[in-house]
């Protein structure tokens, strides 16, 4: 069984940093696309980044440079470096993994920027 969760969200002023944290069981990250996305309030769930199988990463137009995604093969672990944040940047963040055709979600973890 697939376990993703998810940690290191929190309460930051505008303009600071946060890691975020996904550590996995039951899967191999390194074989899989592991993804961020992220759910303001009133608004769909959208793509932060993705790392795949060969290490290359994606991201959000309007996210690059600001945010990094990295994986721990041996730790089984993916993080989301997050800097320079902005209160747009508020909201629920979540883990994904992408194996053919099964995605698996964490639960997610709360991202506040404030002004």
């Known amino acids: 069984q697939v376990q993703l969760v998810e940690s290191g969200g929190g309460l930051v002023q505008a303009g600071g940093s946060l890691r975020l944290t996904c550590a996995a069981s039951?899967?191999?990250?390194?074989?899989?696309?592991m993804g961020w996305y992220r759910q303001a309030p009133g608004k769909q769930r959208e793509l932060v980044a993705l790392?795949?199988?060969?290490?290359?990463?994606n991201y959000a137009d309007s996210l690059k440079g600001r945010f990094t995604i990295s994986r721990d093969n041996a730790k089984n672990t993916v993080y989301l470096q997050m800097n320079s944040l902005k209160p747009e940047d508020t909201a629920v963040y979540y883990c994904?993994?992408?194996?053919?055709?099964?995605?698996?979600w964490g639960q997610g973890t709360q991202v506040t920027v404030s002004e």
């Open positions: 994904n993994r992408k194996y053919y055709a099964l995605s698996s």
């Open positions: 790392i795949a199988r060969d290490g290359s990463t």
């Open positions: 039951g899967t191999i990250v390194s074989i899989a696309t």
